[in-house]
């Protein structure tokens, strides 16, 4: 039996549940997909009397908004995932998401832009909070590593379409209008084209059955201290978040403008963009599937300090490459080494905490990680608007990075799925009955 065909066969293993949401990870990118290439560019071709309305300062801001309501979201989104269920958090955050994201294109006011860029932020924080605790308890012990692999690579997969239609659709529109050139027209019309696509998104959240059990916790004290009494492994957790800030100071500093690096350095338009991010989402889908083996043999500690490690040249290659074609190279591989050790970390975390711990702890380290990412990308912006020295970002980006797993290595060198110090993992949770 070959590699591909033991991991097709754990595949059709999995819930109905934990299958309606990688139904979900299928749609739902292709529509972000198309976002994420166009809806910064298409910012920054909006001009107003000849002169540009907002300037790269102005996305790092918008950025910086979403994740710090995302941040700050995440606590209580995981309280709320915990004490009202993971379907009842999904369909929030995907409806309140949606909305936001249509709604950016009926306003050009910075200050509706940001506050609309607030609600995506709180919409991504429940749902990311509450993914990982619904995939850990819809699957058997033995396949949550591929489940988890499975998920970022539908994804990837998906958002990899997404971003070629992102590169294309705009081009598509001028030339159905009878034009060579791409104008900020065609680039609303290609985010508004992605819209049905989140809208059908939706249909897989809506599907999932759950009968939800709360924990004791909240049954016998207010809901207001429940969270604190459902805690028991506080040490581990804490531990976790650390790890969580340390790289996301990095991550903020650059990841979420790789769009703008390439637009800004290299001259190039929307649809070059779009390609170099399919390539990098395909490839970085591909190398997932190579992921649940190297745990096999590495243990999730050793895959993720060495996944993550090994991306970091790769950025700073990006950085110095003199052409797109040099940079787009490194940047696919540090795409592919970089996103294999996501989902295990998000799966280790999970299995160092007892069930009912476990919509707390992804809210804890989501708000760990989603807050420094705001500060950075405040201050980053800042700093590119007085030089835009796109150096500077990226060994931010490094250095933290490096930084953060080796102070993973150096907490948990010792740890591996089932036991902590504060307490072992518990089975998987009865809480979420899979219909």
Known sequence: MTALTAYINRLRGFSPNARLLLARSLIAPLGFGIWGVVFNIYLLTIEVDGEPLFGIDFIFTLIAVDWLVHGLAAFPA??????????????????????????????????LLLILAGLTGLGSS??????????????RPEDRTHLFSAQTTFGLT??????????????????????????????RMALVLAIPVLLIGLLPIYLIREQWIESEAYSRYPWYTAWAHNLSSLKTILKLCSVS?????????????????FFDTFQIGEEQVGYIFAISSLATAAGMVVAPFLVEHLGRVRTIVLTKLLSVPFLLLVALAPTVFLAAVPFVFRAIFNDMGGPIFSLFSMEQVRPEERGTTAGMTHSASEFPMGITGLVMGGVMARSVEWMIPFVVAAVFTVLA???????????????????????????????
Do not use: M, Q, W
């Open 245 to 261: 800030a340390i790289a996301a100071l990095g991550i903020g500093a650059i990841v979420p403008v790789f769009n703008i690096y």
């Open 126 to 139: 429940f749902h990311a909070v509450t993914s990982g605790p619904f995939l850990i308890e819809n699957c």
């Open 158 to 187: 998906s958002a990899t379409f997404g971003a070629l239609l992102g590169g294309v659709l705009p081009s598509a529109l001028a030339l159905l209008g009878g034009t060579d050139l791409v104008t900020t027209a065609h680039a």
């Open 405 to 435: 797993y080796l102070v993973f290595l150096r907490h948990f060198r010792h740890a591996e799925a089932g036991a902590t110090a504060d307490s072992p993992a518990g089975p998987v949770s009865a809480k979420a009955a899979s219909s």
């Open 78 to 111: 995981g309280l709320f995932s915990d004490r009202f269920g993971r379907r009842t958090s999904f369909l929030f955050a995907s409806i309140l998401a949606v909305g936001a994201s249509l709604a950016k294109l009926f306003t050009l006011d910075p200050t």
